[in-house]
């Protein structure tokens, strides 16, 4: 099970993870409501090295990118359940419009975003400066929070 850390603390992890040699890999989003493509993202996200950091959208950022109903669930327990899953080891909360500042910090060695993200993956410059990689993974087609927040939606008022 992984940590749910602030920033400073993930900065320190991951300064330990460097020392041993470890290969860290970074992605960041908001998992609203967590579904398989999130599952399956973070799993070929994690084969990328050995060690998994996520970085969550904080409550303000997820309702300037989705609109005032969402997020569905707080910061918090999003960043807890991420933290649960086998093939995260820690996860931060960031408020920031993208991640660069925490990528600044962090210099992970692989960034990784869904393929639905490939025309703009925020920090690429940040990563690839810093010798790392970068990689689109493809998405599990048919899983979108934003369309599952819609059928709920739906069913309440049918």
Known sequence: MGLVLDRGRLVALREEWRRRGERVVFTNGCFDLLHPGHIRLLERARSHGTRLAVAVNSDASVRGLKGPSRPVLPEHERAATLAALAAVDAVTVFGEETPHAL????????????????????????????????????????????????????????
């Open 103 to 158: 990528l600044e910090v962090l210099l992970p060695d692989v960034l990784v975003k869904g393929a639905d993200w490939a025309h703009w993956i925020a920090g690429r410059e940040i990563v690839e400066a810093a010798g790392g990689d970068v990689f689109a993974i493809p998405v599990e087609q048919g899983y979108s929070t934003t369309d599952m927040v819609g059928n709920i939606l739906g069913m309440r008022s049918a």
